[in-house]
Nanobody
Framework: QVQLVESGGGLVQPGGSLRLSCAAS????????MSWYRQAPGKERELVAA????????NYADSVKGRFTISRDNAKNTVYLQMNSLKPEDTAVYYC????????????WGQGTQVTVSS
């Protein structure tokens, strides 16, 4: 059974930090690219950050560059999102996504974790 379980969300003041984790099970984690998406109320889901299966390459939305860092530990089947200098506009539900491209394409979503940035 495939599972992506996010954790680490919560309420934080502007300028604060949070670290999200996504623990994967039920598939070969090291062969999947991993991403974090977010969806704010009334808005479409957007890509925040992505990392290749080996962790050798990362990509970020312009709105989070320099503030967020995505990383992964293939030995622990976990992907992380370190979020610093948080702003109220970062408030959203954050989702973990796994994707394997090619002829054996498959993808999975986590259930999401709420991040609220407010004073």
């Amino acid at each position: 059974q495939v599972q992506l379980v996010e954790s680490g969300g919560g309420l934080v003041q502007p300028g604060g930090s949070l670290r999200l984790s996504c623990a994967a099970s039920g598939f070969t984690f090291s062969t999947y690219a991993m991403s974090w998406y977010r969806q704010a109320p009334g808005k479409e889901r957007e890509l925040v950050a992505a990392i290749t299966s080996t962790g050798g390459s990362t990509n970020y939305a312009d709105s989070v560059k320099g503030r967020f860092t995505i990383s992964r530990d293939n030995a622990k089947n976990t992907v992380y999102l370190q979020m610093n200098s948080l702003k109220p506009e970062d408030t959203a539900v954050y989702y973990c996504h796994a994707r394997r491209s090619g002829i054996w394409y498959s993808d999975y979503w986590g259930q999401g974790t709420q991040v609220t940035v407010s004073s």
